[in-house]
Every structure is written in C-alpha cells, then in structure tokens.
C-alpha cells in the first residue's frame, strides 16, 4: 500500500472515531478537534481522493449508528468548508496567518448564514436562547429562584444576547487555531511542511489599536446594561476582543523579555496559567502591559540592556 493511501486510510479511520465519539460523553473533548483530520487529507491527499476517503468515513458513521448518526454527520459537514479552504492555503504554501484567517472569515460565514436561514425559515435562534436562559432559572430550587433578582437577571440576559457576535468570532477563532496547531503537528511528523506562525515573541499590534481600545474603554464608562443601542452592541463586543488582543500582546512581551534575558519561558507560561484562573483581575493588569509595549521602546531598552 502507498504512503499516500495508508495515510488516508488511517485518517479515514480517526475521522469515523471521532465522530463516533460525538454521541458519547467524550463529544466534550473530542469535538475541538472536529477540523483536524479533513484538514489532513485535504492538505496531504489531491481533492478527489481526500473526498472519497472523508465520504467513506461519513458512511461508516451512518452504517453503525444509523440516524443517530444524523448529528456527528452534520457537525462534520459544517466544519468541511473551513478545513478545505486552509488545506488549500497549506498547498498554496500560504502563510500560516492567511490559512488561519481564511478558515476562521469562512467558519463565521457559515454560522451568519445558518443564522440567516433559521431566520427565513420562522425561526428565531435568538430568542430561543432567550427562552433557555430564562427556563435555566425557572429550574432552580424555589429557595434560589425567590433569592434572584429578576431586574439585575433582565439584564445580564440582555448583555449576553447582545455579545453573541463575539462569542461568534471567538468560536470560530478557536476552532480554526486548534485546527491549525494540531494539523500543522500532525502533518510534519507526516513529512508535509506546513507554515507556522511567527513565534510569540516578536507578535506585534498595530499602534493604532492601542487608540481604539482607550476609546472603546471611555465609551463603556458611559453606556448602561440596559441599553440597546447600535453603539452598545459594537462596544460590548469589541471590547472584549481588544482586552483579549492585548493580553496576548503582554503575554508575548513576557516571551520577549525571557528570550532577550536568555531566561527559562517558565516567567510566560506562568503568565499565561494566572491569566487563566484569574481572568477578571489579570486581563486589567495584562492589558496595561500590553498597551505599554505597543506605545513605548521597552522591547529596544530590554534589548540593548
């Protein structure tokens, strides 16, 4: 047998097993992988094969489960498209930033259009997750329930509703970059090279993005929970990503200043478990770090000291 067909015949087979697993407990593991092995073959393989040996994995799924395999069989197919656009970009020889972005626009575009469909169908997803939030209260024993505040409870289901554009980017970010960090590991050790990104350490924000996160900041100071405005929208969900981009900026200066000192990473991955269990209180502090070293020369003052 080729090393081309063993090495499709072997993700064929994780496919059929992750999938499987999709209507067991371990779904809550196993589905962060979901783009990984259609990532490989339609990276390693040419399209038509990498189709045929997927295909075959999607009927191995129904013939054991039959219609409960209806689920793992959809989810597959819904994260098909983002897996195909980056293993074309790997095959391009790409940049790793590029395939990534791609499969995240092209991931978020698919979950605008399901949104859009239900919409046209009659139905509305927004208010059904209304619904299960408040029916999540309702179930409480009667002791918590009297002890909640209705107008206080109002209100945080109607900041969540209206942050759903970020959970949104932020799901597709994560799926894509756990497609690209695993696929790109696996398809190595398979001889195939696939682009990286740049080290953490020399990751760099624009300073512009330094001005918006001040504005946005001052902004929020003066919006009320209760708002429902076009503004409020933009602002709630743009916070939260220019909070998180400049975590990310700290915690590559700490990388920076390790490297540049010849120190152990064990200053940065600390770093990164604080930030971790303390997320409320660090990503303040972390997003000062983060602005000071887009806005001033402590990497050079570092470098030369």
């Not at 783009?35 to 191995?60: G, M, R």
């Not at 129904?62 to 897996?83: I, Q, R």
């Not at 920076?256 to 990164?272: E, G, N, Q, R, T």
Request: net charge positive; with cysteine; glycine share 6%.
């Amino acid at each position: 047998m080729s090393k081309g067909r063993s090495f499709a015949l072997v993700w064929c087979i994780i496919n059929t097993l992750m999938l499987l697993s999709f209507i067991t407990p371990l779904v809550m593991i196993t589905i962060n992988f979901v783009l990984v092995p259609a990532l490989a073959l339609f990276t390693k393989l040419e399209w038509k094969k990498a189709a045929l040996f997927y295909a075959i994995s999607l009927a191995a799924v129904g013939a054991v489960t039959g219609y409960l395999g209806l689920f793992p069989v959809v989810v597959s197919l819904f994260f098909l498209a983002p897996s195909i656009v980056m293993g074309v970009m790997y095959r391009k020889k790409l940049p790793a930033r590029s395939a990534i972005v791609g499969g995240t626009v092209t991931l978020l575009g698919q979950m605008l259009l399901a949104l859009l469909i239900s919409y046209a169908a009659g139905l509305d997803p927004i208010e059904r997750v209304k619904e299960f939030l408040q029916s999540g209260v309702d179930s409480l024993p009667e002791v918590l329930r009297n002890s909640v505040n209705q107008a206080a409870l109002n209100a945080t289901i109607h900041y969540f509703l209206q942050i759903i554009p970020l959970l949104l980017i932020v799901t597709a970010v994560f799926y894509t970059f756990i497609g690209h960090a695993v696929g790109r590991w696996i398809l190595r050790k398979n001889h195939v090279l696939v682009p990286g990104l740049r080290p953490i350490r020399e990751w760099m924000l624009p300073r512009s993005m330094a001005l918006y996160l001040v504005i946005v900041t001052i902004l929020d100071m003066f919006i009320s929970i209760e708002s429902n405005t076009f503004l409020s929208m933009v602002v709630w969900n743009l916070l939260p990503i220019l909070s998180i981009a400049f975590t990310v900026q700290a915690i590559s200066f700490f990388f920076f200043f390790a490297h540049a000192k010849k120190k152990s990473v064990a200053l940065p991955v600390f770093a990164i478990v604080m930030v971790v269990l303390f997320p409320p209180l660090l990503v303040y502090l972390y997003c000062v770090i983060g602005l000071l070293d887009v806005l001033t020369p402590m990497r050079k003052r570092i470098a030369g000291g």
